[in-house]
Nanobody, 121 residues
Framework: VQLVASGGGLVQPGGSLRLSCAASGSILDYFTICWFRQAPGKEREGVSCINRGDGSTYYADTVKGRFTISRDNAKNTVYLHMNSLKPEDTAVYYC???????????????WGQGTQVTVSS
């Protein structure tokens, strides 16, 4: 499974960004896709997952109500819509493919390359 993450950038606090995770082939019915992030000097943190099959979604408490994960099976792409961004959301964001919806990255073996999100005025 190959994943390509994109859409990061510099945004002011309170702003919005949409990250994309493009998958190779029609895999979204068979793989759960999750987003993780890692800030400098901090451990990797699970952000959100969208389950294979029923498309149920999961969020970390730190982003619940601000971030929304969605998928477009026709485009083999999962999106992370990020609103009301805060400086503490600054991190490299990675998407990963696996078989369970977990915010623990140890369950995932296929990772995208990461995209930088910087929230700063």
């Amino acid at each position: 499974v190959q994943l390509v993450a994109s859409g990061g950038g510099l945004v002011q606090p309170g702003g919005s960004l949409r990250l994309s995770c493009a998958a190779s082939g029609s895999i979204l019915d068979y793989f759960t896709i999750c987003w993780f992030r890692q800030a400098p000097g901090k451990e990797r943190e699970g952000v959100s997952c969208i389950n294979r099959g029923d498309g149920s979604t999961y969020y970390a408490d730190t982003v619940k109500g601000r971030f929304t994960i969605s998928r477009d099976n026709a485009k083999n792409t999962v999106y992370l819509h990020m609103n009301s961004l805060k400086p503490e959301d600054t991190a490299v964001y990675y998407c990963a493919a696996g078989f369970i919806a977990s915010l623990d990255g140890a369950y995932f073996s296929s990772w995208g390359q990461g995209t930088q999100v910087t929230v700063s005025s």
